[in-house]
């Protein structure tokens, strides 16, 4: 008479309109769908209601696992201090690591300011196995003095984080002069 879930993430499909009697020997058939909202274990129950005596519910355990990637992207801000204006810091690491249980798809990695810039790392896109990282390098080269500031964005297929920002900091300073220049 009736065939319901116990669980969002487990849907029944298709069979016939109910309720439905059956001939003695017939039966009839349901699809479940799958559709986590979550990663990691799911369970659920489809409980099967009938004019059965000895069985008026019968349920079925359903289980799966939801997979999806999720990003992680270290350290959550880089500082690189007073550097001299015009020249090339030293390289800060920048990791970003899939932590989730099914490959991460990284769109990019950009800079918000010509100031730090970015190398390394695999040509984007790319795409990370579960476990796996990338690391980019990021330098500070100021073209003014007084404090710089800027936002390194990451870019993935991870659905609660589709963009990780990392602040960037820096202060410009005068350059020395030249030996034998005034002073």
Do not use: H, Y
Request: proline share 12%.
């Amino acid at each position: 008479t009736q065939v319901a879930s116990t669980s969002a993430e487990f849907t029944i499909a298709g069979g016939p309109p109910l309720p439905a009697n059956l001939a003695p020997g017939a039966e009839a058939t349901f699809d479940v769908r799958f559709k986590p909202a979550s990663r990691g274990p799911q369970n659920g129950t489809i409980s099967v209601s009938s004019d059965d005596a000895d069985e008026p519910v019968v349920d079925v355990a359903c289980t799966g696992t939801g997979v999806a990637p999720e990003i992680q992207v270290t350290p959550a801000s880089l500082a690189f201090g007073n550097q001299a204006v015009d020249t090339q810091s030293a390289a800060q690491p920048l990791r970003v690591k899939n932590e989730g249980n099914a490959a991460l798809q990284l769109t990019q990695v950009a800079s918000s300011s010509a100031q730090f810039t970015i190398a390394g790392g695999p040509p984007l896109p790319a795409s990370l196995a579960p476990g796996a990282e990338a690391a980019f390098d990021v330098r500070f080269v100021p073209a003014s003095t007084g404090p710089q500031n800027a936002s390194i964005s990451v870019s993935s297929d991870d659905a609660d984080e589709p963009v990780v920002m990392v602040p960037c900091a820096g202060e410009g300073i005068p350059s020395d002069p030249p030996p034998g220049g005034r002073g």
